[in-house]
């Protein structure tokens, strides 16, 4: 089991990042993926679900309107595209596959964590 997670990097306030992360088959298939995030100090915190079918996603209230979540089965990988960050967005970033085809915003949910990748926004 594997995901690995990349697309993050340094930008400044009101700029825009994708996130991806590549998983296996085996991963993903019929269970929903997530993204968290982690600040320095902060506990990790829920960003975004898409279920298997891609037909129901959820956002954290911090999130809504600016970032949006999506999949393609075909190639086994989740992005996330963020739009108008903000220095608060800082942390690593985490990708999550469930262990259902729905899930929710709950860490216990989800079975497989890839590695993580650092977003830092800069005011």
């Known amino acids: 089991v594997q995901l690995q997670a990349f697309g993050g990097g340094l930008v400044q306030a009101g700029g825009s990042l994708r996130l991806s992360c590549v998983a296996s088959?085996?991963?993903?298939?019929?269970?929903?993926m997530a993204w968290f995030r982690q600040a320095p100090g902060k506990e990790r915190e829920f960003v975004s679900t898409i279920s298997w079918r891609g037909d129901r996603t959820v956002y954290g209230d911090s999130v809504k309107g600016r970032f949006t979540i999506s999949r393609d089965n075909a190639k086994g990988t989740v992005s996330l595209q963020m739009n108008s960050l903000q220095p608060e967005d800082t942390g690593v970033y985490y990708c999550a596959a469930g262990r259902k085809a729905i899930a929710g915003s709950n860490s216990y949910d989800y079975a497989y964590w890839g590695q993580g990748t650092q977003v830092t926004v800069s005011s």
């Open positions: 088959k085996r991963t993903t298939t019929n269970n929903a």
